[in-house]
């Protein structure tokens, strides 16, 4: 597929995905399907081991392109598709096999803190806000989204009033990991992917795939299943490789296997 409106990097593992449509990265069609065709490359790709999701400039991503909304009603079953691919485009973050880091490099508004909020692990820099102004619009949509990562008060208060949330108050509730200066964002965000890409890919391939799993089960049924990777997991060789990097004492050189 042409990409024209990412640009993707690749070094030592960790994948660099970067939102570059001026002049705010705006998500119209074309963006959510080659975002779609990004991630689910990079799960599959050996090369890869996490991956971090950023926007060019000022902004994260400024959210739907409204301009393109406006013309969907025109054509029986339109409305329908672009809703599916508008879904596929943030869970494409939450499936991707390979951890996904958003590093928020400034305002996250509507679908662009949905893109955020899809990921595994968000830091930001000091200039970034979040704000769902769906309400001022008269429409809906992105509760899910704020429920996930933030109390039931502050949910609603941002949903209900459109309101801001800046940066300082992001890492308060827990939404994010880290506020640090915008230059100093993307190197926080490749320290992070690179710790992780270390990391056996087998096992946080597997680990993912279990926390999504698990948050739709009760604590019995959530462990049991982690039990059963854990069985799984135990006599590949990535865990001897393990077990006999810890006799050594040096680092382990996992294969994914």
């Known amino acids: 597929m042409d990409i024209e409106h990412f640009t993707l ?17 705006a998500q119209d069609r074309r963006t959510r399907e080659e975002l779609i065709w990004i991630i689910d490359s990079l799960s599959d790709r050996d090369d890869v081991r996490a991956v971090i999701l950023t926007g060019a400039g000022k902004v994260f991503s400024a ?18 598709r672009h809703n599916r691919i508008v879904r596929e485009s943030f869970f494409v973050l939450t499936d991707c096999a390979k951890p996904v880091i958003a590093a928020i490099n400034g305002p996250a508004i509507g679908a662009g803190f949905a893109l955020a909020a899809s990921c595994d692990i968000l830091v930001c820099s000091d200039n970034a806000y979040i704000q769902m102004p769906e309400v001022d619009l008269a429409m809906a949509g992105g509760a899910k989204f704020l429920t996930r990562h933030l109390p039931r008060s502050a949910s609603r208060l941002l949903f209900f009033t459109g309101r801001r949330m800046y940066a300082p108050d992001m890492y308060r ?6 506020v640090v200066p915008r230059d100093d964002l993307l190197p926080t965000a490749l320290e992070l992917a690179g710790e992780i890409a270390r990391k ?18 009760t604590d019995r049924e959530g462990y049991r299943y982690e039990q059963g990777l854990t069985r799984e997991l135990s006599t590949s060789s990535d865990a001897l490789e393990a ?15």
């Open 9 to 25: 990097e690749v070094d030592h593992g960790v994948a660099v995905v970067t939102l570059d449509r001026p002049p705010v990265n």
């Open 63 to 80: 959210g739907a392109d409204l301009g393109e909304r406006a013309k969907l009603a025109d054509v029986p079953g339109e409305y329908l």
């Open 173 to 178: 509730h827990g939404l994010v990991e880290a």
């Open 200 to 217: 056996s890919p087998l096992a946080v391939a597997k680990n993912k795939a279990a926390f999504n799993v698990v948050e739709g089960l």
């Open 243 to 257: 077990r006999t990097a810890f006799l050594e004492k040096r680092d382990p050189r996992f294969t994914g296997r």
